[in-house]
Antibody, heavy 126, light 108 residues
């Protein structure tokens, strides 16, 4: 059973960099089968996809955050990470990591997010 | 970016009711549509992918339909554990993939 677990500081000061790590168990990132994503959710609001990374290090980011986001992967630790710079109160949210599953059995490839980590609340405040 | 709009934003229903939630994309997305269930304080859980494929382990009372820009999630007989918020999400083309604003299903 694949499980993901987010970790990192729960409080970040404005203008600083938010750093989170997702540890994967029950699957090997190194296998190179899946993309691995970060998604966030402000309190009482909807979900926002932040970006994804492949084991090779290739990444895609949401254009709305692209100038402030970077992701990395450490296959030796079976972890992937998120950095979000110059944070403001608007970045306060629960941050989730998730595996991007897929089905390419037809001529089309369908993608989805499953499973997800339990989420970690990051508050931006001085 | 493709915008996803769900309706209604919330609904009240009783156990045993048939519930339908609608999701509309701002452009055609073929069948690249997923549905998730989220309970308070928990991560979203995948219910349906590719518009109508039931994720393994999800009860058969959940079903999805639609293609193009209009999609529906149906719960055939609402159970107590189904009271939650439901989100649609598209996976069409290149990122970013966006979610609907959510539909909260409450007890009547």
């Amino acid at each position: 059973q694949v499980q993901l677990q987010e970790s990192g500081p729960g409080l970040v000061k404005p203008s600083q960099t938010l750093s989170l790590t997702c540890t994967v168990s029950g699957d090997s990132i190194r296998n190179g089968v899946y993309y691995w994503s970060w998604i966030r959710q402000p309190a009482g609001k909807g979900l926002e996809w932040i970006g994804r990374i492949y084991p090779s290090g290739s990444a895609n980011y949401n254009p709305s955050l692209k100038s402030r986001v970077s992701m990395s992967v450490d296959t030796s630790k079976n972890q992937f990470s998120l950095k979000l710079s110059s944070v403001t109160a608007a970045d306060t949210a629960v941050y989730y990591c998730a595996r991007q599953g897929f089905d390419c059995s037809s001529i089309n490839c369908y993608y989805w997010f499953d499973p997800w980590g339990q989420g970690t609340l990051v508050t931006v405040s001085s | 970016d493709i915008q996803m709009t769900q309706s209604p934003s919330s609904l009240s229903a009783s156990v045993g009711d048939r519930v339908t939630i609608t999701c509309r994309a701002s452009q055609s997305i073929s069948s690249y549509l997923n549905w998730y269930q989220q309970k308070p304080g928990k991560a979203p859980k995948l219910l349906i992918y590719a518009a109508s494929s039931l994720q393994s382990g999800v009860p058969s009372r959940f079903s999805g339909s639609g293609s193009g820009a209009d999609f529906t999630l149906t719960i055939s007989s609402l159970q107590p554990e189904d009271f939650a918020t439901y989100y649609c999400q598209h996976s069409y083309g290149t990122p970013p993939w966006t979610f609907g604003q959510g539909t909260k299903v409450e007890i009547k």
